[in-house]
């Protein structure tokens, strides 16, 4: 993938992704019954922690200037 389409990607999944993941986790969350506090605080880390290993490729090496661009 070149690096203008990840970058593209990883706005997309930045703008329209996450928050949509956010929406459906809490969904989840607020239908599932209630937890102990502790318990439940580990389910919303590992949720807000386990969006971004899967996508890890499309981010990596975002911010460094474009490796294909001719100087």
């Known amino acids: 993938m070149t690096y203008k389409a990840r970058k593209r990607l990883a706005l997309f999944v930045l703008v329209v992704g996450l ?3 956010i929406v459906l ?3 989840i969350m607020s239908g599932a019954s209630r937890f ?3 318990i439940e605080f580990f ?3 590992a949720l807000g922690i386990g ?3 899967p996508l890890k490729w499309v981010f990596k090496g975002i911010g460094q ?5 001719k100087p």
């Open 25 to 27: 986790a809490v969904t």
């Open 51 to 53: 969006w971004a290993f």
């Open 43 to 45: 389910i919303y880390v």
């Open 36 to 38: 102990p506090k502790v």
């Open 65 to 69: 200037p474009d490796p294909d661009e």
């Open 19 to 21: 928050p949509a993941y």
